[in-house]
């Protein structure tokens, strides 16, 4: 398995416990600004953009999520990063959930946000990812970003939901569709039964990608998890609900985030 050295920034106390970010695919890790301000108080935060995202390598396609898995523990190893806390969402959720199946002495705490532990048999992601790979990014980016907020939201917030269209359409096509590729794959049901580390799933009350269900199925998967549903957003509840969301995140992480000194 290849491995790809993925962009990367660490923000916040060089002593904290470490919490990893891992964005949605499509988008970077500025997805995770609205978390920034309340996580770096108290934990030093790693951000990384998945293959083709951002300044990431995008190798010839397609991926697994136990490929781009593989990339986020080869930087854990280069920071020797023994023990670390995982925030995903989307198929970043998904790459964290098998990082976490793969290393479990390595993992402290997961919060999944917006995913799901299966994509059931379907062409969508393929043939999404096959228009990509032929006519560009933006060829699918209405169709791919109209899920990440809810109407109310854009109304509201145009500015952001701009802001996310144009960095969702300079992303790398071979890296896009490879991560499609990883997405149509997906069955974690097995995998999430073998993750022990305390766990929370929340899902966006309006998501049409991955609708509540999907997280409160996975979170019945999991050993020692709860689910939490997000009024009010879509797919990317951490942006378009960041103070509902920011709070489940503290709650959850405050016992890793009291251990440094």
């Known amino acids: 398995m290849a491995v790809v050295p993925l962009q990367h920034r660490f923000d916040g106390p060089r002593t904290a416990p470490v919490v990893v970010l891992v964005p949605t695919l499509g988008a970077k890790w500025s997805v995770w600004e609205p978390q920034m301000p309340e996580l770096t108080r108290r934990l030093r935060v790693l951000r990384v953009n998945h293959r083709g995202h951002g300044s ?29 806390s995982f925030i995903g969402v989307g198929l970043g959720a998904m ?7 793969a290393a479990p ?4 705490r997961l919060a999944l946000v917006s ?9 969508r992601w393929q043939n999404i990812g096959e228009r990509v790979r032929r006519f560009g990014v933006a060829s699918v980016s209405d169709e791919v970003t109209r899920s990440w907020f809810t ?15 144009e960095e969702f359409e300079k992303t790398s096509p071979e890296g896009y569709a490879g991560c499609c590729d990883a997405v149509a ?12 580390a305390p766990t929370v799933v929340i899902s ?3 998501d049409p990608q991955t609708p509540p269900g999907h997280g409160r199925r996975l979170a019945g998967l999991l050993p ?23 709070d489940l995140l503290l709650r959850h992480l405050a016992p890793a985030a009291v251990r440094w000194p």
């Open 151 to 165: 109407p109310g939201f854009c109304e509201r917030r145009p500015d952001i939901a701009e802001r996310f269209l």
């Open 185 to 196: 794959n997906v069955d974690h049901r097995p995998l999430a039964r073998r993750v022990h």
């Open 105 to 108: 002495s390595r993992t402290t």
């Open 224 to 246: 020692n998890a709860r689910f939490e549903v997000v009024g009010g957003a879509a797919h990317l509840a951490n942006v378009e609900r960041a103070d509902l969301v920011n």
């Open 115 to 123: 995913t799901t532990a299966w994509t059931p048999p379907s062409p």
């Open 56 to 84: 990431s390598p995008a190798p010839p396609g397609p991926y697994s999520v136990p490929e781009l898995g593989g990339d986020l523990l080869a930087l854990l190893d280069r920071y020797e990063l023994e023990q670390v």
């Open 95 to 101: 790459v964290a959930l098998w990082t976490a199946a």
């Open 204 to 206: 966006g009350a309006h």
